[in-house]
């Protein structure tokens, strides 16, 4: 497994190995013996699964709060997207910054999303599946989220012509309005 380091220092972009011939390929995602050697010590408990059918679809962006905040580990089953995560750790000397990857089941990448980010996707092909890993069971109650489009935060989202969103998403707060439960301990 190959580590890239981004310019978020708790985010990681992980590229397994594949290995492959006439009948396709195979590759390990996950291990926790290897992930703890890579530094993410995160014990995962759910795994979700989910399809988005338009391209430029935008989910996110999205996170949980303690004592339910998750930390997740996506990939691209089908497909591919523009995935996002944002710190939103108050104090943090990268609140409101941002990076972004395209993952797709052709390139196999995986991108590691922490507790304190908000995470969020845009469909790049029709019929994108995305799967992730969480850190967390899902706890309505304590779910939040930011506007995808939010100028302070600045993504560069690779979208032509209109978003498909969910109303929770179109009418999310903006970074301004919002008190993060989160809190940076470097």
């Not at 905040?69 to 995935?83: E, H, M, N, P, S």
Request: aromatic share 12%.
């Amino acid at each position: 497994m190959k580590i890239v380091q981004t310019t978020l220092p708790d985010v990681k972009l992980l590229k397994p190995k594949r290995f492959g011939d006439h009948r396709g390929f195979f590759a390990e995602t996950y291990s926790r013996r290897l992930f703890e050697g890579l530094g993410v010590n995160v014990e995962f408990l759910q795994d979700n699964h989910s399809l988005s059918a338009t391209v430029g679809t935008v989910r996110g962006l999205h996170f949980q709060a303690p004592p339910y905040a998750q930390a997740k580990l996506v990939r691209c089953g089908r497909g591919a997207i523009f995935d996002v995560a944002v710190d939103i750790r108050r104090g943090s000397p990268t609140y409101g910054n941002w990076v972004g990857y395209e993952l797709s089941s052709e390139n196999g990448a995986q991108l590691y999303v922490p507790t304190g980010f908000a995470h969020g996707f845009v469909t790049l092909e029709p019929d994108s599946e995305i799967i992730y890993k969480c850190s967390e069971y899902y706890a309505p109650e304590t779910e939040g989220a930011l506007r995808w489009d939010d100028l302070a935060i600045g993504i560069d989202w690779p979208i032509t012509g209109e978003a498909i969103l969910s109303e929770k998403d179109a009418t999310a707060p903006l970074l301004a309005e919002f008190n993060s439960p989160f809190e940076f301990r470097g």
